[in-house]
Every structure is written in C-alpha cells, then in structure tokens.
C-alpha cells in the first residue's frame, strides 16, 4: 500500500516568507506526527495529531509554527515570517495510534530558507 | 527530560567485517520502548526493531542484532558481516509510555561498509 507522502519534496523561500508543507498520512492511521531534522542531527519532535486534535505541539519552536488536520487525515504544517534558521527537512510520520507503535516516515520536504 | 547518546558519529568498515553501533540512553522512567531507525541516502527513516524495558532478551533477526542491558542504559546494535547496501545513518530512538508519543531521537551514525 500506499506509504506517508509529503510535497512539496523541496522548497525554496525567502526569509520573511509564509510556506506550507504538506502530509497525506498512510490510510487509517489516527496518530500523524510532525518532526525537524537539521543537518547532521537526528529528527527533533514538533507536534503530533491523535485524529484532527493537536495532542502535544511542546515541540513547537515559536508561535510562528503552526500545523492544522482538520479532517483528521492529511496536515499541513504552516510556518510564518520564515527565518533561515528553519532551513531543514520537515519530516511526517503516521501510525496505528499508541506510543509503542511503528512511526512510518515519510520522505520529508527540505525546506530552504534564503 | 530524557536523551539518547550515539558516540560515535561515522564509521567506515570493508565489507564482510562485523559493525557494532552504540546507543545509550538517560531517562528517569521505568517503562518505555526503544527504536533503531535506518536512513538510507534516499532520506527516507525505515523502522528496524521496537524493544520494550522490560524486555531484555536480545533479538536477532538474519544479520541483524541487537543487545538490550538496562543495567548500563544501553542498546546496542551489530551487523554482522556487513554489506554496502548497510552504509547509511542509523539512530537510535526512546519513546516515554507516560511522555506522549514522541520520539526522542540520538544524533545518528553515519556507517560506510566499502568494498
């Protein structure tokens, strides 16, 4: 079946800039998960959605972040006045719901900040 | 708050030799899972093997192995007589049972199997 897919697969902004990143979870997955991974680090939390609810978005940097899944499927992480330190890959993960299940990951969309 | 070390940032092996990754980990909790994810150079993280603490029978599945001692906060990951199609970044993960679902994940390390 169909994994997590994410678009765009890049995207280069200007610093200032709003950009959406989208993820359309594996099909029946309740739990969708939001996470950053900056180059040569390891992926860092930033929200995770049990269903169309955001259960802990603490791994928010700043209000400038925000992630919406309002029909309880696909999310769209939203990042307003792009600064270049939010240069990264923007990866989405989904799974069956429960903190001991597999996180599917998605490809990422790299997000470039000039 | 809970962390996951991965010593070692690269390492470089011929093929056929035998590779031992490191993981250690810091929490305060007494229930949780612990996850080896690769990253291939395409990017894309593929799940390995999910161990719980209170499990530490070690696992071994065809060239994979892995060896779980919470007496040293450690789980440790060997391939053995590794293959180019190894080389890529793995990390080392921990999920709280009482910390939501979120993945803490260690910095990685970058295996290289050359021929």
């Known amino acids: 079946g169909a994994g997590v897919s994410q678009t765009p697969s890049n995207k280069v902004t200007e610093k200032g800039k709003y950009v959406e990143l989208r993820c359309d979870p594996i099909s029946g997955h309740t739990a969708l998960y939001w996470y950053r991974q900056s180059l040569g680090q390891g992926p860092e939390f930033l929200i995770y959605f049990q269903g169309t609810g955001a259960a802990d978005d603490s791994g928010l940097p700043n209000d400038r972040f925000f992630a919406v899944r309002p029909e309880g499927s696909v999310s769209t992480l939203k990042i307003q006045r792009t600064e270049r330190g939010d240069s990264a890959v923007y990866l989405c993960?989904?799974?069956?719901?429960?903190?001991?299940?597999?996180?599917?990951f998605g490809p990422g969309t790299r997000l470039t900040v000039l | 708050a809970q962390k996951v070390t991965q010593a070692q940032t690269e390492i470089s092996v011929v093929e056929k030799e035998d590779v031992t990754l490191d993981c250690v980990y810091e929490t305060r909790d007494t229930t949780y899972y612990l996850f080896w994810y690769k990253q291939p150079p395409s990017g894309e993280l593929v799940f390995l093997i999910r161990?719980?603490?209170?499990?530490?029978q070690n696992e071994i599945s065809g060239r994979y192995s892995w060896n779980f001692q919470k007496s040293t906060s450690s789980f440790n990951f060997t391939i053995t007589a590794s293959q180019v199609v190894d080389s890529a970044v793995y990390f080392c993960a921990l999920i709280l049972t009482g910390g939501g679902n979120k993945l803490t994940f260690g910095t990685g390390t970058q295996l290289k199997v050359e021929l």
């Open positions: 993960a989904s799974s069956t719901g429960g903190f001991y299940n597999e996180q599917f």
């Open positions: 161990r719980n603490s209170f499990d530490e």
